[in-house]
Each structure stands twice: as C-alpha cells, then as structure tokens.
C-alpha cells in the first residue's frame, strides 16, 4: 500500500514535470535546421543553417585580410551574398575589428580563422554574435549558425525548416553579445 502511494506521487511529479516542460517548449521560439536570417545593417535576407555540431557560427566571406589599426587587430573581407529576397547579389568591402582567432582541425589538418562579431536578425529579434570568417562558396548554406548562436534563440526543431520569418525593424529587440558565453 505505501509502495502505491509512493508510485502515485513519482507519476504526478513526472507528470507536472512533462507538463512544465510543454509549457517552457510553448513559450520559447522554435527554429528549424534551416532558416531566413538577415544580416545587419545591410538587412541582406540568407540561408542559415542551424547546426548544432558546430560552436562558432560562420559566415561566407571572401578575399580575407588581416591588418593593424590603432594598435588592433581588424579583418578586411568581402561579402558576395544572393539577397534571397530580392534575387540581387550583394557584394562589399566589410572592417571589422577581431575578435580572436579559431583554430578549427579536420580532415585536411589545423586551419586558422578569423572571428568577428556581426548582427543577424532571426525571427523579430537582433543578435550580435562572433562569427568565423570562411570561404564557403562550395557549401549549400552561406551563413552556418552554431551553438553559441542556437543557444540564444530557443529551440531547434530538426525535422523542420523556415519555421520562422526575419522581421527585425528599428524597434527590434538587441541582444548584445555576452564574452562570458565560453559554451564548449
């Protein structure tokens, strides 16, 4: 009889655990595995790949230079993206200072990158996010967001895509970039 009860109060706990987490699911957005993103200022619409495989989201750029500035470290680089909203392709000379430098090893051995920090619009808000600075004309999704990036927009749904639509305006919400945020 005690053990009944016992099993009775572990079904309600799980229970009201299952429902809480329902309730949390409900009220955070839910992204898909790709997604419209655009990239601010220049309010460039692309697809995003959300991969969670990767920690630092990466951004296709071209002609990539690094040079000094005011005792700084900047990245001089080229964007060459299709608007997929418009179909134009936009194409410029981008400054920015570095941020750090990401060591990525693979397959083809250790290669340097250089990281900087960009805003992109998901949904209806504006996240300043580092991204690492590739060549990525070969791959399928110009803008690759990683889980420091994931981990800010709320759930990743992996068997659906474009669940969310860019809207960022003037009165968007910031969320500013947290150096604390050292995600492994």
């Not at 955070?28 to 990767?54: C, H, M, N, R, Y």
């Amino acid at each position: 009889m005690h053990l009944m009860r016992k099993m009775g109060l572990g079904s309600a706990i799980l229970a009201g655990l299952l429902t809480s987490t329902v309730v949390m699911a409900d009220e955070e957005e839910v992204f898909g595995w790709v997604e419209k993103a655009t990239l601010q200022p220049w309010d460039i619409e692309v697809k995003a790949k959300l991969d969670s495989g990767a920690l630092t989201s990466s951004l296709d750029a071209r002609d990539i230079e690094i040079f000094e500035q005011d005792d700084e470290e900047w990245v001089r680089f080229r964007l060459k993206l299709e608007d997929q909203e418009s179909g134009e392709v936009f194409s410029d000379q981008i400054e920015r200072p570095m941020y750090r430098e990401l060591a990525v090893r693979g397959a083809g051995g250790r290669d340097e990158r250089p990281v900087v920090l960009l805003e992109v619009c998901m949904g209806d808000t504006i996240y300043e996010e580092q991204f690492s600075l590739r060549d990525r004309e070969e791959m399928n999704y110009p803008l690759l967001l990683g889980r420091r990036t994931i981990s800010h927009l709320g759930l990743l749904d992996v068997r659906e895509t474009f669940l969310q639509e860019p809207g960022c305006g003037e009165n968007s919400t910031v969320v500013p970039h947290d150096p604390e945020d050292d995600q492994s």
